[in-house]
């Protein structure tokens, strides 16, 4: 009783911290999941706007060489002059190497047959296979037939990347549709068809200059460790004119059109704690911006996001970089703090509800030890009264005068009787609860103490119209506490003298089974409700009906009676009948060891 | 006499001035084309050496120089941390006091990302630009790459080709963040030439690689300095900015045709491109009273006996900073061939055979570089005490203490070539003055 209250306060501060702490986990993660999915699609916006930009440059690009070729094809009479193209690589900044091919696949710049350069020696020999594949640049639309595959895979080994299509803005349904294969082979089946179906060819309408229906389009190829990129274009006459570009000058052009990062951080700029970097096919970092500082991805720097570029760019890639969302590190002090408010309040009323709950056991206490002393103290008058009025009883002389006193004689010392079991019961009650009521059988006759109670009630029991009719199977000796015996029986006929009036027999029958004394009351009154059985042991429990209304009594017999029962190794039970109440009571009476005295 | 006397007294000057004043407007690039060998053996097949020679006008004290658009890159990456750092804000902050409100500077700084510090302005508020300038903090890598190509977009925002558009790159650790290979630098070089800048490049320190430097510097055709010490940074600095206020003609092209079946075998120290037996080549700029040249190695068929054959023909197009006009120089390259022993060696163009040997010389260092590369410590040895030997030779017979300076330079070479610790310093040394040799660069 003494370890159950902090036990129940210490689990009513537990129970609804754990709760708050898992209300508190579940918030927490599911703001993290929905603060992870919007970041998400943030900066998959930022990325394709920066692929955007990225596209946006070779569009650019290629609007500048598309005049580059109109004026060199223009200024060289409708056909290209090598001596205007020496000069355009010689000025340009972008371009590094040009080359022409007429319908039939055969050069006509750099010159077959004229002295080539080194470097044009070198250019020619890298991009040898490049050139001798007429269907990347287009020459037989109508006809299906694919690259030669060798040239073109994709994902597995970046030696062999080469990829062919026009950009990405641009793809537009044009007047006329040409397929563009060359990149086909590089995608999985089934996707593959979808994209072949996407790569229409932009038709560029260039009346005035031969390139009516021209085609063009970006080749990006790898090699020498690096990606190359080639712009084309073909004249309705099929001579098909290709810039190959500066490679170092893209990438630079490239990382011109990206923003800078500042010199000091800035909470307020954009990409304050994040890092956007350009990876190349090999994986190599091109560039970084943004504003992350040193060291705050730590060991574990994988990215948030990875964006692949679009062609030409295709095998290049964004990673965006931030410490992810560790934000919430903040949330889970205060959630932490939150808890700890509330422990520490719950706490404060947990102990506050128990000096209370003491103070009152304190008062509770004081009044047990109240009653009991006054029981004691009541004990002793009542002794002596008992004495007597037992001795005025034997000395009043047996006549008529006298049968009168006798008859109040004999009232007192019923009724000084009943006080005395009260006494008792309190006593016995209070002993039960602090623990120290003790059994001492000893050997006797059951039969013989139930008899002595009989006796005692049977006057009363005749005022109130009962009979007990006793029957016992057996009268072997036993060891039993005859007091802990005459004490439930006392509680039972008082119980039935109270309840059951005017019901005629009570009947006890008494027998012994395998160490066991059973002695089953019986009574012919109105019984208890089978939903009261169990309540009926409560202390302090009165069953309310009509029938109890106007009873006095304590409310602790019948549990009082159990207890002792149950101290002496037995019970007492409530069964089942057909009428009136019938309590079993059992009480382990061990046979006394033979020879035994008492 | 009294006509006499006053054409003496008044128009004798007069005629000075004007010739002076037209002197001033026709003032352009001097080219001087010459042979090591102008008189050769006849009938006999043979090499020899073309020195084609441009130095600049002179710049005078009094008119107003030629406006500057500069972009300085400084590495700030975490090795540069402590002096480095700090000498180079201060040589870059000194070097800015010698600019005016009509030059342009911009200063971006590189670490693993690229900021640009000061965005491409006038310089009129300098103490601004100080502070902007002392505020960079060394941390990070090196995006090299980056901050180049940033530092050229800031040129372009004022680029202009009557302007000295120059990046002035400080390095001082290996590019370890984009490209990062000497080839890449060298295209990027290549394509800023063509824009009309040009990448000054000086590493500092023993870390910064050396080939990539060269590349980037040679391509677009800047100056390259290896600076050991942070407190050279300053005078390097001002060196720079001195060439770069000096520059009197810009976007130089050279062709080169040979005649007479003459046939180009190689140009010495320069990037040139060969097609047949023409040659181009370009120089972005042309600094005051500096001397420029390219040495071209000829084989020349044989020849009978002759006088003032032409070997080649040279043809120079500029941009005059001055005047702002296009300007073409045109010249022969003449040669004798001769039976006499005596005649040929007396024709014998020290001055340009000296030049020529040195380039050669040069040429030989490079490969002595590349051998010790690929690990073959010996074979480098042999190159460079061959050299000593040829510039021994050489420099006897053409009386030249420059030849014999550069012969003990290569025998020093072959000693401190073997030290494995000490290679790292030697290797950015020689790299540094070959590269000077190839550019003639002025310091």
Known sequence: ?598 | MNIQSVTRRVLLPLLAVVMGLSSVQAREINLTTSLATPVMSADQRQNTFIKISLEGFKQEHSEKRIPANIAIVLDKSGSMQGEKIQQAREAAVMAIQRLNENDIVSVVSYDSRVQVVVPATRVSDKHQIARAIRNIHANGNTALFAGVSKGAQELRKFLDLNNVNRVILLSDGLANVGPSTPNELGQLGLSLAKEGMSVTTIGLGLGYNEDLMTQLAGYSDGNHAFVENAEDLARIFQYEFGDVLSVVAQGVNIEIHCKNGVRPVRILGREAEIRGNRITTRMNQLYSEQEKFIILEVEIPAQSEAQNLEVADVGVSYTNLYSKQAQSLRNRVLASFSQSEKQIQEAVDVETYEAAAEQVANEESRRAIKLRDQGDIEAAKSVLKQNAIYLDNLGQSLASPKLLEQKAEALQDAEELESEQGWNRKRKELKERQYKRATQQSY
């Open chain 1, 1 to 598: 009783m003494k370890t159950r209250t902090p036990i129940l306060l210490a689990s009513l501060i537990i129970v609804p911290l754990i709760l708050l702490a898992w209300f508190g986990v579940r918030l927490q993660s599911n703001q993290q999941e929905l603060l992870k999915l919007q970041l998400g699609a943030l900066i998959e916006a930022q990325l394709s706007d920066v692929n955007a930009q990225m596209v946006q440059h070779f569009a650019r690009l290629q609007n500048a060489l598309d005049q580059q070729i109109d004026d060199l094809y223009r200024s060289g009479n409708f056909t290209f002059h090598s001596q205007a193209i020496d000069l355009l690589i010689k000025q340009s900044p972008q371009i590094a190497r040009v080359f022409v091919i007429n319908a039939e696949g055969k050069r006509l710049y750099p010159m077959p047959d004229s002295e080539l350069t080194v470097d044009e020696q070198r250019f020619l020999a890298q991009t040898r296979e490049l050139l001798a594949t007429p269907n990347l640049f287009n020459y037989k639309p109508k006809d299906p037939t694919l690259v030669t595959p060798s040239l073109v895979t994709q994902s597995a080994a970046p030696e062999q990347y080469l990829r062919s299509e026009p950009l990405v803005a641009q793809k537009t349904i044009p007047p006329q549709k040409i397929m563009l294969r060359a990149p086909a082979a590089s995608y999985s089946a089934d996707i593959a068809q979808a994209d072949i179906a996407e790569e229409q060819m932009v038709v560029a309408e260039r009346s005035q200059t031969g390139f009516d229906t021209a085609a063009s389009g970006w080749i990006a190829w790898y090699a020498d460790t690096r990606l190359h990129h080639i712009y084309w274009r073909r004249n309705n006459a099929g001579t098909v004119i290709g810039f190959a570009l500066n490679g170092a000058r893209l990438t630079a052009d490239l990382i011109t059109n990206l923003p800078t990062s500042l010199t000091q951080v800035q909470t307020d700029a954009p990409l304050h704690n994040a890092e956007i970097r350009l990876i190349n096919s090999g994986g190599e970092q091109i560039y970084a911006w943004g504003q992350l500082a040193e060291g705050v991805l730590g060991d574990n720097n994988k990215p948030l996001k990875i964006f692949p570029l679009s062609h030409p760019l295709g095998s290049w890639r964004l990673e965006y970089f931030a410490p992810g969302l560790s934000a919430p590190g903040a949330n889970w002090i205060s959630m932490a703090l939150l808890i700890a408010i509330t422990m520490l309040g719950l706490s404060v009323i947990a102990w506050l509800i128990y000096r209370e709950y003491q103070r009152d056991m304190r008062l509770a206490q004081q009044r047990v030890n109240f009653v009991n002393q006054v029981s004691h103290e009541l004990k002793t008058p009542l002794t002596n009264v008992r004495m007597y009025a037992e001795m005025l009883e034997q000395s009043l002389p047996d006549d008529p005068e006298a049968e009168r006193a006798q008859r109040y004689v004999g009232v007192i010392s019923n009724e000084s009787q009943r006080l005395s079991r009260l006494i008792e019961n309190v006593l016995s009650f209070s002993r039960l609860g602090r623990g120290n009521h003790t059994i001492t059988p000893i050997r006797g006759i059951v039969a013989d103490c139930v008899e002595t109670v009989i006796e005692n009630f049977a006057p009363m029991l005749l005022q109130r119209g009962l009979k007990v009719a006793f029957t016992a199977e057996d009268r072997t000796p036993v060891l039993i506490d005859c007091g802990a015996l005459e004490q439930i029986l006392n509680n039972l006929l008082s119980n039935c003298e109270k309840y059951a009036a005017n019901s005629g027999d009570i009947r006890i029958h008494s027998w012994i089974d395998a160490g066991m004394t059973y002695l089953r009351v019986t009574d012919n009154g109105p019984g208890i409700p089978k939903a009261d059985w169990h309540k009926v042991f409560t202390p302090f429990y009165r069953c309310s009906n009509q029938l109890t209304d106007g009873v006095t009594g304590t409310g602790i017999g019948l549990g009082l009676a159990r207890e002792i029962a149950r101290s002496h190794g037995g019970d007492l039970v409530i069964e089942a009948s057909d009428q009136g109440a019938s309590f079993l009571i059992s009480l382990r009476t061990d046979i006394p060891p033979q020879g035994a005295q008492q």
